[in-house]
């Protein structure tokens, strides 16, 4: 079979859609699923909005693009903040965008007006993370003056926390951004349709049994497609953590001493690890790489262990007998090496459980082309 390959098991991602769907709706959260670590792949899109998922969110519009070509109609948001160079297509492919700068909204403003279109906008305050947003003692300024252009709508406002800084979500900076929202629509005099209090590393607070306030709407990745809670990088209960495995090809296989010799300076990749056995051992190495995925980000099985990578080889310690040149090996992926994964031409998608089959837009190494300069 085709090595190395994702291995993408679209009713467990339906499911964990359906499960966190379900459980923040009992909150009144609505869910926007997150696709970026799946390059916008329309299959994965069909089975989240199977699984109740009501909008698509990506940071880039390249990815909005492929899920619109491959068929995926619902309305969907570009969560980073667009470039002035894109505004044209964020208005043409999306219904609403996360913005932190006016400078970007009256160019929105600008492309809504000429196509005669309304563009959504969500307004992301700055909470603490130190990523995107906008400082809370300037937002009342700025809803004043994205009210006042043409073409363009305010439909609420949202944060993003434990992405740069890892500050966790909680009462504190959850209130604040209710209290903001409630602040908002007394001065201006405008419903905020929308209040996104931030991404999976909020499930903890939501689910807690915390007063949720005035937020109703989540962005959700990681906890969707791996079952995992990213403030502690824990398994979410009742989710499936293997929905996406990772499966490479062993190219060789044999017993070499543990220890390397001659006069050894740095690497490829800067100061590997010190061996950590003496003697001999059975060695593996799988036809992957840093290229595909980061090393770091793998969970080998029981037996293997993952010694070193280079761009285009991974090099293991196998304690479960010989592995013979040509054999598989299943790995699982942290969000790290999944984005990797996703996004190498070398690595192919095999969609298990697929439902009906939609136009596949996603790469597969044949279909790349590769231009020389
Ligand atoms: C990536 C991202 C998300 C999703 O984060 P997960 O941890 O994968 O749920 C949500 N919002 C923004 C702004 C993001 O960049």
Redesign the pocket.
Known sequence: MIAPRLEIDLEKLQFNAQNLVGRLAAKGISV?A?M??TLGAPEIANALLRGGVKML?D?RIENISTMRRGGVSTPMAL??SPMISQVARVVESTELS?NTELDVIRRLSVAAQKTKRVHGIVL?VELGDL??GVMPKDLHETVRQVLRLPNIELKGI?A?L??RSGVSPDAVNMGELSALADSIESTSGIILEIV?G????NLDWALSGADTGRVNN????????LGCD?LHRKPIAGLHTDAIKLVAEVIESKVKPSQPWGITAQNAFGAPAPPKTHGHIQQAILAIGRQDIDPEGLAPPAGIEILEASSDHLVVRTQRGHQSVGSEITFQLN?SALLRAMTSPFVSKLWKNQRSIPRSVVAHPETYRFVSC
């Open positions: 926007t997150v970026k670590a969110g940071a969560i980073r996360f992301m990523r995107e949202g993003n434990a992405c996104s931030g991404n999976s590393a989540l962005r959700l990745g990681e906890s969707i497609l990213p969000y």
